[in-house]
């Protein structure tokens, strides 16, 4: 894994070296074992490098052998030793035995089209020096990232936002169109971000850019909505069973030590019992907790190791640990963390990165298998509300108004019910959206917003968009469908930006295309089963890890959040946020802050979300609009 970056004019001679030079400086986190730079008259390539696979030889940027093409690639192709025998068959010269060569060749051989023979995460862009043409792609579901700006005359492009703001043409301003749905999701559903005129090439597109400057991007791939064959519940669970351990092999492939993030959960630790079981040295696990037991998973991690065989070590924070570090980790990232188990996520990497140079981790079951409890309380939703929907309208207002304020109810009961049909509007926006996602709710942000038009700007457009392509599908199909194509996306930036900012490469076994395009496959029943989700890969898991821990109640990987924001760091974080002349002083409302921050602190309301959410826009704010520099946590609270 590696950072990549770059540039092309459309004029000549009008690039900078020592732009270049800048750009992939800021990215030295993510490729300490080495830096590249190449140019010609139109184009520049820059390259951080992570020395994984071909140590010696596989430096970048990198030529075929005529040098008529040029590449810069993040990432690992996993299939790249299958494909380099009908490549020489066809002519071509290796020099290598890395993967970025078969790229090179596999461009030069089968054109745009190289990527759907690709089976890995990727990010990469080819220049022509003959057609002055640039190339770049990015693998199916978004592991790899990749950025972009591009105003007609110079399109600069990178593995994070902030290599493309050391380029002159680029500057750090905030896209205010996106405020509405950033304090609502944290995240953007679609290809903007929050720094205008600055995109995201979205997953399973290519992108080419041609000698006149013009831009076009296509789709490559997609989520198949595809029937399985009849098989029995015994067949689907041994084509998952070998399916699985087949894509955890491939990604065993390294030159270098590897480890696992183990969580104590189904999902990591099936991974590690497999690695174990196909590997002849030790397995190392990592896991990461805090001293709030009822909020770590750690004695559940120590558990599944001890069971599998690993050797195993951890690592507990506390709440200074995390606020020390948050400023650092909302740099790392280029946007306001989404999820505070990002910052998590870091200080686990960095115990990783003292014993291996690639970890595989977890991620991605619960969207292929629908293990959020999300999926199965949507569809009891949705059953409801057609029967729901004869009670007059009057009724159902007084019932919503009931659930949400009456002293009969006890405060759990009424976050419950709260949940249903019966404290929320029957329409899928309130039911999923608004329910499992939304900080501030449209309501909320009105309230909130010193410009109440500003929560007119379009919250779930961009997810909606993904939800109206999968028509067709059964209702748990397009949910799944939905959070693949979003929720996951960001899920991977994370993973790949908290794990790069210790220099460590992540893997991702649950997200070879393959095995999403088999899963997509299964019965809904053998996804959700009665209450039990991810049904398949439990049974697929029963002799990989106890039974235990294979069917206790998800944890979802916690923070103490909501305990630190009312005791620990309360006063710092009020001091952060009600900053005259910054970010939130700007778009909100200083009263309606006031009594948010009140009302959580007195136990009133649990506003740990949005106050995260604020918190975070705060900080990205001086950071990225103020300079681009790191920030100390005690700077910015004084």
């Not at 993040?74 to 494909?83: K, M, R, S, V, Y």
């Not at 029937?227 to 351990?245: T, V």
């Not at 650092?328 to 990002?342: A, F, G, N």
């Not at 298998?369 to 509300?385: I, K, T, V």
Request: charged share 25%.
């Amino acid at each position: 894994m590696c950072g990549i970056a770059g540039f092309v004019t459309t004029e000549p001679g009008q690039g900078s070296q020592a732009a270049l030079r800048a750009m992939t400086d800021v990215m030295a986190h993510r490729g300490p074992d080495g830096e590249g730079h190449w140019h010609d008259d139109r184009a520049f390539l820059g390259h951080r490098r992570l020395s994984i696979i071909d140590l010696a030889a596989g430096g970048q940027p990198m030529s075929n052998e005529s040098e008529g093409l040029w590449i810069t690639f993040n990432g690992e192709i996993f299939n790249h030793a299958d494909l380099r025998p009908d490549l020489e068959k066809a002519g071509l010269t290796y020099r290598t035995r890395c993967d970025t060569e078969t790229i090179l060749h596999a461009y030069s051989q089968y054109g745009e089209s190289c990527v759907e023979r690709f089976r890995g995460m990727f990010a990469f862009a080819i220049w022509n020096r003959r057609e002055h043409r640039l190339f770049a792609a990015r693998d199916r579901l978004g592991i790899k990232p990749f950025y972009y700006f591009h105003d007609g005359q110079t399109f600069v492009f990178g593995s994070e936002i902030k290599a493309l703001l050391e380029h002159p043409a680029v500057e750090a301003k905030f896209d205010e169109t996106m405020l509405a749905e950033h304090l609502a999701f944290g995240y953007s559903s679609d290809e903007r971000t929050l720094f205008r005129n600055i995109k995201k090439l979205p997953p399973g597109h290519t992108l080419s850019l041609d000698a006149e400057g013009r831009l076009s991007i296509r789709q490559y791939w997609d989520v198949p909505a595809a029937s399985g064959p009849q098989r029995s519940e015994k067949e689907w669970i041994e084509e998952c069973r070998a399916r699985f351990e087949l894509s955890v092999e491939q990604r065993l492939m390294s030159d270098v030590p590897l480890g696992m993030f183990l969580s104590g959960g189904v999902d990591s630790g099936s991974v590690a019992a497999v690695m174990k079981r196909l590997t002849d040295s030790p397995v190392k696990t990592f896991s990461v907790g805090y001293a709030e037991r009822e909020y770590s998973e750690l004695h559940y991690a120590a558990d599944v190791a001890k069971a599998i065989g690993t050797e195993h070590r951890e690592i507990s924070i506390s709440s200074a640990d995390f606020f020390r570090a948050l400023p650092s980790m909302i740099w790392h990232e280029d946007e306001p963390v989404v999820w505070p188990s990002s910052v998590s996520l870091h200080f686990v990497s960095k115990l990783a990165a003292e014993d291996v140079k690639v970890v595989l981790t977890g991620e991605g079951a619960d969207e292929l298998f629908a293990g959020y409890g999300r999926y199965r309380f949507y569809q009891m939703n949705d059953r409801l509300a057609g029967p729901y929907g004869y009670v007059p309208g009057f009724l159902r207002s007084g019932i919503r108004k009931f659930v949400e304020g009456s002293s009969l109810l006890g405060a759990d009961l009424r976050r419950k019910l709260g949940h249903t049909v019966l404290g929320r509007q029957a329409s899928f926006e309130s039911l999923y959206l608004d329910n499992f996602f939304s900080a501030f709710s449209d309501a909320e942000q009105r309230a909130l917003l010193k410009d109440p038009a500003r929560a007119e700007d379009p919250v779930y457009d961009s997810f909606l968009a993904h939800w109206r392509a999968s028509e067709g599908r059964t209702t748990l199909g397009r949910l799944l469908y939905s959070d693949i194509k979003t929720y996951l996306v960001e899920l991977c930036m994370k993973q790949d930006q908290m794990s790069m900012s210790a220099s460590l490469e992540s893997r991702v076994p649950f997200l070879d295309h393959s095995f999403v395009e088999f899963a997509a496959t299964v019965p809904d029943s053998l996804k959700l089963n009665g209450k039990v989700g991810k049904y398949i890969f439990k049974k697929v898991a029963e002799d990989l890890i106890p039974h235990d821990i294979l069917y206790r109640k998800k944890m979802g990987f916690p923070t103490p959040l909501k305990r630190w924001l009312r005791e620990d760091a309360v006063r710092e974080v009020e001091t952060i946020l009600r900053k005259p002349d910054s970010l939130v002083s700007e778009y909100v409302d200083r009263e309606a802050l006031d009594t948010l921050l009140a009302r959580q602190r007195s136990g009133a309301v649990d506003a740990t979300d949005r106050l995260w959410r604020l918190l975070n826009l705060q900080i990205w704010g001086e950071t990225f609009l103020s300079g681009g520099r790191q920030k100390d946590w005690r700077e910015l609270a004084a």
